[in-house]
């Protein structure tokens, strides 16, 4: 029986996950929110990176207890933008994360991308990886490392942003895999929270900067520091 | 009895505690470390942060399995200082930081500030606050507001910066405080060590990004979300 069950699959988070740049999106969203005279504490940010760029908006608006019009909102979307471009130069990816993608695809295990943003902002985070988007067409070049091709679901595919499940359900869907034999790998709770919404398992890494109870608390069936620790334990998920 | 027994004594460690620029730290030392080639994930080290910055430099970089010559150390603090100046335009104390140490002077409730950072270090923040350290001389004025004066011990001032716990006894001494009726309020887990080992009761913050789990774990007899929120709660820690 054992020697049928299929391999699981992996259903990615872009940023804090795979790729190190959650602290500069933080900084860069509060620049960002203090443009429209919003002003919060940094901690209180942090706490909602994950979450697609308009409901983090609307969360942290609410919370300050302002309110924005449309333009206003694009207008911190757009100081998101510049201010994450100055402070996320020379950014990396996380210990593992492209050995860890190597390997995956070496032993035939199926794998997707499923990021909160839209693919002009993940498209940096993508490169330093050394990932091009299947099908999106010219993307810069991983330097002296061949690029890995994978399917990325990015915000603008998909109705709704995490932690609705969308995400993870159009990204299981398209590498043709069953929702609930993938494993959602994420930093935030937004994407623990989704995974069970997709009815998937999930994963915690605390690269983001959560703390590991607090993965387990919001629905992590295990916790790992980053993708290099997650690489050394793939038996402890069902990775033959 | 009841009212025989004095107030509680407040010990405030500084950065995340009461002024909004954990991240800041966190992002200024990934720079400065990286000037020596030390290339580290962003999580890493906010967890070091709260530390002395001489023991976060060494556990850091014994973290990254490299090694640091003294002037090379030197060299890393300098980087911090440069990056954190340029970073922390705009600091700004947490929710009720100011009304917090009014409340208790207006009460009469003894505090003093304990900061891992070296006066220099920690006058922006201080300025920021509207607190001029005693004795220390020449600070900017506090803008529209009348600065407040306090006890405040800085890592100069004694042998071993936090997670010891020389900061704090060195403030409950200052102040005229037995240690063990002193309440140390901090936002990492080196403050809440640093209380357990000096014998204080230790108060959790969440506004250096730590969750509430973690610190609780840490030792935290309560955890609030930032000043403000304890200010609200005063009575659970035993101000009448």
Redesign the interface.
Known sequence: MASTRPQPAFLFDLDGTLV?N???H??AW?EAL?GEGI?L???RI?RRIGMSGGLLINALVRESGRQLSDEQVEHVQRLHREAYGR?SS?M?P??GARELLEHLTNVHVPWAIATSGHLDNARPALDALGVAAAGAGGSASGGTRPMLTATVITRDQVERGKPDPDLFIAAAERINVPIDAAIVVGDSVWDLLAARRAGALGVGL??????Q??LE?AGAYRVYQ?PADLLRHLDEVGVR
Chains 1, 2 share one sequence.
């Open positions: 190190d959650v602290y500069q933080v900084l509060r203090e002003q504490s940094v901690w942090h402070l020379g990396r996380l210990p605390m690269s983001g900067g959560y703390g109870d607090e608390r980053d």
